[in-house]
């Protein structure tokens, strides 16, 4: 008779938030610049994805990180630490916080890669060409809507939004924003970008 393993009963939500290392001299919470970072990828994925709010929801549920972000409200307090935002929440971002939503960022952009790879060619050659980004109706519409996502839910009176307050430095924040999320989808994307988050921050 065949005995069967038994099943991995480990929460898989710590296998993968174990998974990202702590760089040595990282606070014991994560940065203003880190907090800021990470509502951008997710700001810049709703924009490309209507359902983006609930694919997050969704992703922690499955990624069994559930535990960490704790539903819609929490989820939304999480990411209005961002300083930057409207209605900015002053509270911490705990790096176990941290990497969940890095975790998610890299799950969903794992699923958009076709279309990050798509509107990064169309931006390319458009660019090179000297056309309006009016000529790619994919890349025009994720653009006008981030700008609106944008412009809805930071604080236009804050110095770091201000800086932002054209259509074209948005439409180049837009693009940054593609590039990165590209970035985590590659090998160890999550372990990357959680790094990246804390350049020049470790002692």
Sequence with gaps: ?????????????????????????????????????????????????????????????????????????NLWLLRSSNPLRRFSQRQPMSLEEGKALVLITCFLARRLTVLIRQLLLGYQQLSDQGLSFDHHFRLSDYLARFRSHFRARMNAKRSGVIAYSTDEKLNELAIELLTKLLFCTGTEGAERLWISLFDGEVA
């Design 1 to 73: 008779m065949q005995v069967q393993s038994p099943p991995n009963t480990e929460p898989p939500n710590l296998n993968l938030i174990d998974q990202l290392s702590i760089p040595d001299g990282l606070p014991s919470e994560c940065s203003r610049r880190a907090k800021t970072q990470i509502d951008l990828l997710l700001l810049a994925i709703e924009a490309l994805d209507l359902g983006g709010a609930e694919a997050m929801l969704a992703s922690a549920k499955e990624l069994g990180l559930d535990e960490v972000v704790r539903g819609r409200v």
